[in-house]
Nanobody, 117 residues
Framework: QVQLVESGGGLVQPGGSLRLSCAAS????????LGWYRQAPGKQRELVAS???????HYADSVKGRFTISRDNAKNMVYLQMNSLKPEDTAFYYC???????????WGQGTQVTVSS
């Protein structure tokens, strides 16, 4: 059974930092492209950052220079370090694992990030 379990969300003041973690099980973790997506109320889910099996990374323009995605294949973990957080970063953040093969895309349940003073 495939599971992706996020943790690390919460309430933080503008300018603060949070580190999201996602623990994966039931997949050949090192083969998957891993991503963090977010969805704010009334908006579509959007890609925040992704990291390939070859450690290539991609970031949304809105988070470049502030967020860093990383993975630990030995621990089946993917992380999102979020610095200089802004109120517009407030959203539900989801972990995603994609083998780039139809039928092999998995999602976590998400974790809430709220940036507010």
């Amino acid at each position: 059974q495939v599971q992706l379990v996020e943790s690390g969300g919460g309430l933080v003041q503008p300018g603060g930092s949070l580190r999201l973690s996602c623990a994966a099980s039931g997949i050949a973790f090192s083969r998957y492209v891993l991503g963090w997506y977010r969805q704010a109320p009334g908006k579509q889910r959007e890609l925040v950052a992704s990291i390939s099996s070859g450690i290539n990374t991609h970031y949304a323009d809105s988070v470049k220079g502030r967020f860093t995605i990383s993975r630990d294949n030995a621990k089946n973990m993917v992380y999102l370090q979020m610095n200089s957080l802004k109120p517009e970063d407030t959203a539900f953040y989801y972990c995603n694992a994609d083998l780039l093969v139809p039928g092999y895309v998995y999602w976590g349940q998400g974790t809430q990030v709220t940036v507010s003073s």
